[in-house]
C-alpha cells in the first residue's frame, strides 16, 4: 500500500505542480496586460481635434472638428482647404494634416477662444515667385506651396506669447514677425528665426 499511495502522492503532487505554473502563468499574463492597459490606452486615437480659422483676405471662416473618433472627417477637411487656398488665384491644395494637428496643438496651448487670424495658408507656385521677387523674406522654395505652412495672429494674444507657445511645442519651424503682427509655422524640421 506504501507504493500505490506514493505513486498516488507523486502523480497528485505533479498536478498540484503543473496547476500551480498555469496559475502563475495566467495571473502573470493577467496582470501585465493591467499593467499596460493605461499606457495602450494613450496611442489610441481618443477625443476630438478641432480649428476655427478666419482668412483676412477673403472674410472666410471656418470652425470644425477634424478628427473624431479616430478618424480624419473629410467635409471638414474640404473646408479647411478651401479657407486656406491661394485668395490670388483661387487655386487651393490640401493642407498637410501635420500643420491641422500643430494649429489645434498651438491653439490647446494658448487657450484660445477666437479663431486664429489667417494672414498666408496655401501659396501658388506662381504667387509665391511673384512674392518672392517683391521681397527677401518669402523663400523661393517656402513650403507654403506644399501646404505645410502658415501665417497666423491670434486675436486677444500677444504675438510674443503665440511665438513662445509654438517654439515650445518643438513640433517644425517658427518665425517671428512683430513688424508685420504674425507668425509663421510650418511642418518642416524644428528651426526659428
Known amino acids: 500500500m506504501s507504493l500505490a499511495g506514493s505513486a498516488f502522492d507523486r502523480s497528485e503532487r505533479r498536478a498540484a505542480d503543473v496547476g500551480r505554473r498555469v496559475f502563475l502563468r495566467f495571473g502573470a499574463a493577467a ?3 493591467a499593467a499596460a492597459a493605461p499606457a495602450l ?12 480659422l478666419h482668412n483676412l483676405h477673403t472674410g472666410e471662416t471656418v470652425r470644425t472638428i477634424f478628427w473624431s473618433n479616430g478618424r480624419w472627417n473629410r467635409q471638414a477637411l474640404r473646408e479647411i482647404d478651401t479657407v486656406l487656398r491661394d485668395f490670388r488665384t483661387g487655386e487651393s ?3 498637410d494634416r501635420g500643420l491641422l494637428d500643430l494649429l489645434h496643438r498651438l491653439a490647446r496651448r494658448v487657450e484660445a477662444t477666437e479663431p486664429f487670424h489667417v494672414i498666408s495658408g496655401y501659396r501658388s507656385p506662381k504667387t509665391n515667385a511673384t512674392l518672392a521677387d517683391a521681397s527677401s523674406g518669402v523663400a523661393k522654395r517656402s513650403l507654403h506651396m506644399r501646404g ?4 497666423i495672429r491670434l486675436p486677444g494674444a500677444e504675438l510674443t506669447h503665440l511665438k513662445r ?3 515650445s511645442l518643438k513640433a517644425g ?3 517671428f514677425y512683430p513688424e508685420s503682427d504674425f507668425i509663421h509655422i510650418d511642418t518642416g524640421r524644428v528651426r526659428y528665426w
Open 148 to 151: 505645410k505652412a502658415i501665417d
Open 173 to 175: 519651424g517658427v518665425g
Open 93 to 95: 491644395t490640401q493642407i
Open 31 to 33: 496582470l501585465t496586460s
Open 41 to 52: 490606452a494613450g496611442l489610441r486615437p481618443t477625443g476630438d481635434k478641432s480649428l476655427a
Open 165 to 167: 507657445a509654438a517654439v
